[in-house]
């Protein structure tokens, strides 16, 4: 989230879309109840008529993967009927950039594109340069190669009618959410996105994001309260484990993960720190090699010295364009290329698209390691439905874990707050806590290379002193993900002691005197304590629900990024109501700002050479409503999902996103337009059980509410397949079966799309054959196929083909 | 840290009383009682984080001080700025998450082609896996690739997990998993 | 002094926090159930089910509404239940609270008269003839704290305090209500202390939602006249 969930109250129109947050964020419609009872509008955009949609003042039906085409035609009328908020998008935005002439839109496919590799040459959309070596920009916005104005041609083709024949979304309502959202562009006005996995599970999961985002930009919602895009993590530390970058392609603190052809630190700093020659941009990641080599002082202590490029090459180096993806990882287990795997607090042999190739591929594994806190159907793979235990060499261990209120630490929140908890009771039995067993293991693994092997070095220089009387302190290793200063220094004019806890970011430094596991984090515990377990009532000035010493959030406290795009020029509150920040003639007051550089104007109007671009983080100082790093394209596109029931892209002439991967082994199955699997099928989560329902199927009260996995169905469609209330039904794809219960629903409306008459269904990911015991209760991921978003791949679960049948 | 509660209502006169003022003379427990006492009168009271949607609610776990020192209530943290004091159905069950006679206890190990597993100590378990990883590493360790380049990993272990870690138990992790020259590491953010 | 609920189930989500906190609190068993085509469950008040989500799908005025109703007993301010009882040893009326509380003595009572009695269709009978249901967290309220279901609502649907106040949150959440659903009501609010306010007719929601005379047995209509009146005579006292 840019925003955070108490800033939710602070909106004037909410828009949760690619999420039912009613349900699998419950606690968010506190705050959507009470800006409601402020007078704000509630929609509700979802294939199914969901308990979030009961609330909501407007509810759309759509179909599942249509959602670039909805939003698309929503930036159609925001241009259209000129609801953008201008000042905002030609100062903050880069829709004044020039884009070079070699960018072309045609047929559905951008310049640059090679059916050979499925790529783009993204070199073909570089905006054009000054002679200083700074975009060239239109601030008019009325130059014909300005992002604006290329933006305006690219949805001139997404009107209300052509985006109803796609979405099946009636136009009528179309236009009311237009209108409805649309008003938020007045100034002073703030709508916002709560969106989740609806969005993210397609092939075009990152350009759904992208359009609702161009969007908030042309309407001036980035970084006021109320505002922002609202990405609603759903684990309770999801949002942690990506900060410290549990992910192949990312280093802790969004560092890159070096690719093979970085062949020095020198040469992977040159590689990933930008260069910006406009000196308003304050281009934040140029102090990129003072956050890596932080980082790998943390990794391995004294060890790390300039002279061996601070163990650089101690760490693993990934081929230049290839993927190490969960989609990647589990086709190279189904083709036995992997030996050994830890499934740490994860089940995917229900997680995972396509589950019955991830369960099938752990067939093929000499070893796995499953820590958990309850058996799971990925430990127990090998018992599990047509499994042979006899035939299946896996050795497994199980790893019983604490759970988390037998142990101390922190989780970070979806709005990026960092909160501590503390031990309650001793751990069950001889359980334990997931650091105590990741210390033990590396210390055994350690005393394994002592005595030789490949390779040691990494393994034996890695710092692993995060014990107290022999116990995990998670104190410990929070001080070291802060960092600290290593020498006696003096930075910024400032002058530390070695030994002591750098305050923030703003100290690192890139020639090994400081250390930190986590640049983002830096600032979280000082020598002024664990901010992360302060718990102050008090709001800040501006009374908008900061809490600002309550817990800690990155970056520095920062508790609505992207803030400086809440003040107009002169840096006064856009909204005077709920002001983020304000500028006093000297200093900000409020939020952390984004840097506290002064206004872009002087209070007289003149420019101000100490003042920087709003958006810090870009290398030019402006979010990009023109996006030339996606894999797939600068400006989303609508293409139908890998398995569509259509038999053409309505909109243009590329059917499915060019760019998206999929595989090939013989699991592999992917039938678009069958008449096998005519129905759309889609999943979700339900409010009593969590993600695969590990830790709640477990649990009597909540298996009471939601004992059985179903399917939701129509009226209609129940009619048309003799299928009554409350039966047990098979589903099928083309790559598994599930059986389930149907719950036919007034909530599952048919769609009219193109003239045909589609039917939707969805099924709850939350169970699996260990628990309930009849072992009938299975993972939706069954259905699943594996393919996914070309820039993230994550897999399209939201959008796929099935039948439904009787039993 | 200290809990302070704002969630008391006022009651006039309201004490520990309760029950007896009727004066009855019998029995007015009613079905299932509690003591009239609050059962979480004397317990330890420590502050969590709800480990289930990111929202990030705060909660009150009430552990008993007496006999084997287990959870008796959780419930929300009237003084958590986010939540104040309310939780979904599935915060509300966490005592059953917790004190739960389905959790795995004891290390356990699966024997190739065994229909069983097996209760082993942890000692054991965590040096056999040792030696599994080290084993696997060094018979597929590539210290240069196709081109030539140094690249230092093994491609044969992956390790996914988990958004369920704290953040501390996240860094170590990924630590252990990248000094080892793993590049397959997931999590559920990827999916 | 009397306490009093006010459930405005125009804010529920159904997110069902209510009825396993009540669970939790009160350490009740779960109840074996299987999907019967509906998110509800279990399917109704049991001996182990004091408080109960229902749910409903309705289509008003061409409108699709998934109807939430945390159902539970109305802690009637003079209760047909006791009345039928007449034994202050088996069910009585928490002086300090207001909470209708039933004891293990109500095993030595005729079950299934109280439940008849009951014009909402609350009391259940456990399997030694013991009869069970809400009891406003009289531990809690007692101690200081809030019912269970209150404490965690999100929302604001659950409310609970002095009957006074409740009742004054009831009429202006009403005034401010009725601007959206103006079919607005709230029920019975003279004879309960669970006060609800509901969007719509009642009956969409459940059955029970109003005092009803479906439970009635004939033979207790005298004892319970005082109880029995059309729910629109009520609610018109507060619009």
Known sequence: ????????????????????????????????????????????????????????????????????????????????????????????????????????????????????????????????????????????????????????????????????????????????????????????????IMYAMGWTQHTVGTQNIRTMAMIQLLLGNMGVAGGGVNALRGESNVQGSTDHCLLWHIWPGYLKTPRASNVSLEAYNKKWTPKSNDPLSANWWQNYPKYSVS??????????????????????????????????????????????????????????????????????????????????????????????????????????AAVSVEKEGSIT?????????????????????????????????KTEYAKGGEFVEPILNLKWDYLTNREYDPHKVAKEINGYFLKDVTVRGKSFKKGTLVPSFAYLL??????????????????????????????????????????????????????????????????????????????????????????????????????????????????????????????????????????????????????????????????????????????????????????????????????????????????????????????????????????VTKRMQPLQVAGTTIHQVGFPWCYGWRLPVTGKEESANLLTPSTGDPNTRIPETKAFMVNVIKL | MKVNRREFIQITGATAAGFAVTGLGFDLSPVKAHAQMLKTKYAKETTTICPYCAVGCGAIVHTSKKGDGRVINIEGDPDHVINRGSLCSKGAALTQLTENSDRITDPMYRAPYSSEWKKVSWDWALTEISKRVKASRDANFESKNAKGQVVNRTTAIASVGSAALDNEECWIYQSLMRALGLVYIEHQARI | MSKSFFIDTTLCTA?????????????????????????????????????????????????????????????????????????????????????????????????????????????????????????????????????????????????FGERDDMLALAQSRLTEVKKKFPKAMIL??????????????????HESAVASAAHFGITRQAALRRMFRPFRNIASQLS
């Open chain 1, 295 to 400: 980082m790998l002082k943390s990794f391995f202590g004294e060890r790390a010295a300039a002279n061996n490029d601070f163990g650089y090459d101690w760490l693993p180096k990934v081929d230049d364009g290839k993927h190490y993806s969960w989609l990647d990882l589990f086709d190279e287990m189904y083709k036995g290329t992997i030996k050994g795997f830890f499934a740490w607090g994860q089940n995917p042999a229900c997680s995972g698209a396509h589950a019955g190739k991830n369960r099938e591929a752990m067939k093929n594994l000499d070893w796995m390691v499953n820590v958990n806190i309850f058996d799971n159907e990925t430990g127990s793979f090998w018992r599990g439905p047509g499994m042979r235990p006899s035939s299946i060499k896996t050795e497994v261990f199980f790893l019983p």
């Open chain 1, 413 to 445: 929140n979806s709005g990026r707050w960092m909160q501590w908890r503390y031990q309650g009771p001793k751990p069950l039995g001889n359980s334990l806590p997931d650091g105590q067993i990741i210390m033990e293991l590396g210390e055994r693994i």
């Open chain 1, 510 to 743: 890139a020639d090994g005197s400081t250390s930190s596991g986590n640049w983002l984090y830096c600032n979280s515990y000082t020598e002024k304590g664990n901010m992360a377990a302060r718990r102050s009532q008090k709001d800040a000035v501006t009374g908008i629900g900061l809490y600002p010493q309550f817990s800690w959030c990155w970056p520095v406290n920062r508790r609505i990024i992207y803030n400086r795009a809440s003040v107009d020029l002169k840096g006064k509150p856009w909204d005077r109501k709920d002001p983020v920040i304000y500028w006093t003639g000297d200093k900000w007051i409020g939020d952390v700002p984004d840097g506290g550089w002064p206004p872009l104007l002087t209070e007289d109007g003149k420019p101000n050479p100490k003042s920087k671009h709003a958006f810090i983080m870009r290398k030019h100082g402006h979010a990009q409503i023109f996006g030339p790093g996606r894999a797939d394209g600068p400006f989303p596109e609508h293409y139908e999902p890998m398995e569509c029931p259509v038999e053409k892209n309505y909109m243009s002439a590329t059917y499915t996103n060019p760019t998206a991967p999929t595989y090939g082994t013989k699991a592999d199955i992917y039938k678009t337009c069958d008449p096998r699997y005519p129905y759309v099928g889609t999943t979700y989560r339900v409010v009593e059980h969590w993600q695969t329902g590990v830790m709640t199927r477990n649990q009597p009260w909540l298996l009471e509410m939601q004992p059985q996995v179903f399917v939701e169905i129509s009226e209609q469609l129940a009619r048309l397949k003799s299928i009554k209330n409350g039966e047990r039904v098979l589903a099928t794809s083309a790559r598994g079966k599930l059986e389930c219960t149907a719950i």
């Open chain 1, 1 to 192: 989230m840019t925003n955070h969930w108490i800033d939710i109250k602070n909106s004037d129109c909410i828009l949760i879309m690619g999420s039912n947050a009613a349900e699998n964020h419950p606690i968010s419609f506190k705050y959507v109840t009470e800006a409601q009872q402020k007078g704000a509008q509630l929609i509700s955009v979802d294939p199914r008529f969901t308990r979030t949609s009961a609330k909501a003042d407007i509810y759309a039906p759509m179909r599942s993967g249509t959602d670039i085409a909805i939003l698309g035609g929503m930036l159609k009328y925001i241009i259209d009927n000129k609801l953008y908020f201008e000042e905002y998008v030609a100062n903050y935005t880069n829709a004044a950039f020039i884009v070079g002439k070699d960018f072309k839109f045609k047929d559905g496919l951008f310049s640059g594109y090679d059916p050979k590799t499925k790529t783009y040459d993204k070199s073909k959309w570089a905006f054009e340069m000054d002679k200083n070596g700074v975009p060239k920009m239109d601030r008019s916005l009325k130059h014909s190669r300005c992002v604006f104005q290329l933006l305006k041609k690219h949805y001139s083709r997404y009107n209300t009618k052509l985006v109803s024949e796609i979405s099946g979304t009636p136009e009528a309502l179309l236009l009311e959410i237009y209108k409805t959202y649309g008003a938020t562009g007045a100034k002073g006005k703030a709508g916002t």
């Open chain 3, 188 to 205: 019975d609010p003279d004879d309960v202390r669970t006060i609800y306010m509901v969007g719509f007719e009642p009956n969409l929601y």
């Open chain 3, 15 to 159: 997110c069902r926090g209510c009825q396993v906190a009540c669970k939790q609190w009160h350490a009740l068993p779960a109840e074996e159930t299987e999907n019967r085509g509906t998110y509800q469950n279990p399917a109704d008040l049991s001996f182990d089910t004091y408080k109960l989500v229902r749910m409903r799908e309705q289509v008003i005025d061409g409108k699709l509404r998934w109807l939430f109703f945390p159902d539970q007993c109305r802690h009637c301010l003079e209760g047909p239940c006791q009345d039928v009882a007449g034994e202050p040893s088996a069910i009585y009326t928490s002086e300090s609270t207001g909470a209708v509380i039933y004891t293990a003595n109500t095993r030595q009572l005729d079950a299934a008269e109280i439940i008849e009695a009951c014009p909402y269709n609350i009391p259940r009978k456990g399997a030694d003839g013991t009869l069970a249901k809400c009891d406003m967290c009289n531990d809690r309220v007692e101690n200081g704290l809030q019912p269970a279901c209150v404490k965690v609502c999100p929302t604001g649907a659950m409310n």
